[in-house]
């Protein structure tokens, strides 16, 4: 069989300049011409190995929410899919314990899984390869969502094009923060949201619900409210954590403060309920995790904004169609992951630059809460805001170094 090499086809992203002076890149056509010379040209690429890390990533301080759950020192799973044309992509997963139904070592038995039929899958698009994975598996979502992740990398510097180009066109380059503050006393809590609004956050949540003490979360949401003033968006999340009775109590105890509740029971039926009972605007997160569960928070009127979390959905391809309809059914979205650094991080931010920016709330600069990080040199927090990566893929350069050997290869 002739040999194949895609570096032939590469092509480079044209640009053009918009009436501002910014150089936008011209990415539909580009991104059709690349497709089709892949189809036309004969034996595709594969990837012919999978290499797998668990880096254990160290909170700055201390993250603390609902039900006992933190983030103290939480395990990230990293792969590397090298291709036989010489790409190599990059995904990450980095499930919080306690936090959803994914663990970081049941990443890499997923993973063993699937990789056979991964080293035989010809990579014709970002979709497709993904597709055939979740058919041989299907569910395990956050382990497929490293693999999807990774696949969209390659297929980005296949194309010479940023993964947001891929995704649907750059719609924005930079976003607004949020900072999550941990569930600790209230005066803490006030601090906290003080430093952040200094460093220009204007975006805050603040974790409830840590002792089932709906008095003291209510002082947690007045505290912060006071210290930042009116004007930042400022909202409560239990993490699934309390009882809708609870829930409404401190609902009704800040509805003159202009709160946002965020998942204060476990289903969408709970958090219905709190929000008809007080009026508040209400944001999903554990809850909505599929195209199901968009359409019933959007159903039952309880989902004015929702967490977009590329793990919940398997990857950029399902929440990319997640994003498609969230703006069709106008909800704000927070664009980011469960937890972890740079990968993970770099997706999310790709996604959110190919949202229409009506409905992008915001996004998290999770390798600011964690270290070590994972590409140092990868996008940071500043006045408040964070601009996606450039450059072909994910845009960013994973520190081999600071990986270390890989606790798992596999060779196709
Ligand atoms: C998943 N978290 C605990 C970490 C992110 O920063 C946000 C938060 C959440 O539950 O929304
Ligand atoms: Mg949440």
Not at 261 to 285: H, N, W, Y
Not at 351 to 377: E, F, K, W
């Amino acid at each position: 069989m002739a040999s194949y090499r895609m570096k032939t086809f590469w092509v480079r992203p044209l640009r053009c300049m918009t009436h501002d002076g910014d150089d936008q890149i011209a990415a539909p056509d580009l991104l059709w011409k690349a497709s089709a010379m892949l189809l036309r040209s004969g034996p595709m690429t594969r990837v012919v190995r999978i290499r797998l890390w668990h880096v254990p990533l160290t909170s700055h301080t201390s993250y603390r929410m609902a039900d006992g759950k933190t983030c103290d020192t939480v395990e990230s799973v990293v792969l590397a899919l090298d291709t036989d044309t010489g790409q190599t992509g990059w995904g990450e997963v980095c499930p919080i314990p306690g936090y959803l139904p994914a663990y970081a070592r049941g990443v890499a038995p997923a993973v063993t899984e699937f990789a056979p039929v991964l080293f035989e899958t010809e990579l014709t698009g970002p979709e497709a390869a993904p597709a055939r994975l979740r058919e041989h598996l299907p569910g395990h979502h956050y382990a497929h969502s490293a693999a999807d992740i990774a696949l969209w990398d390659i297929f980005g510097q296949f194309a010479g094009l940023p993964v947001h180009a891929l995704l649907g066109g750059l719609r924005q380059r930079e976003f607004p923060l949020y900072h999550s503050i941990s569930c600790l006393d209230p005066e803490e809590m006030a601090s906290i949201a003080a430093r952040a609004a200094r460093d220009g956050i204007a975006q805050f949540q603040v974790k409830l619900g840590r002792e089932g003490d709906w008095e003291l979360d209510v002082a947690r949401l007045a505290r912060v409210r006071e210290t930042v003033g009116s004007g930042p968006l400022v909202y409560g999340d239990w993490n699934c954590g309390a009882t809708s009775l609870d829930a409404t109590r401190v609902g009704h105890a800040v509805a003159h403060l202009d709160i946002m509740l965020e998942q204060p029971c476990r289903t969408i039926a709970e958090c219905a309920r709190v929000r008809d009972a007080t009026g508040l605007p209400m944001k999903l997160d554990e809850a909505a995790h599929d195209t199901g569960s968009l359409l019933d928070g959007a159903a039952m009127g309880c989902m004015d904004a929702v967490a977009i979390k590329t793990s919940k959905f398997g990857g950029l391809s399902l929440a990319r169609r997640a994003r498609d309809l969230c703006e069709h059914l106008g909800v704000k979205m927070c664009i980011e992951d469960t937890w972890g650094s740079d990968i993970a991080m770099a997706a999310a931010l790709h996604l959110a630059a190919s949202t229409d920016p009506r409905y992008v709330m915001n996004v998290c600069d999770l390798s600011s809460y964690v270290g070590p990080r994972i590409a140092p040199y990868g996008p940071s927090r500043n006045n408040g805001r964070i601009t996606v990566p450039e450059g072909p893929g994910l845009g960013i350069s994973p520190d081999t170094g600071i990986l270390g050997t890989p606790d798992m290869v596999l060779e196709g």
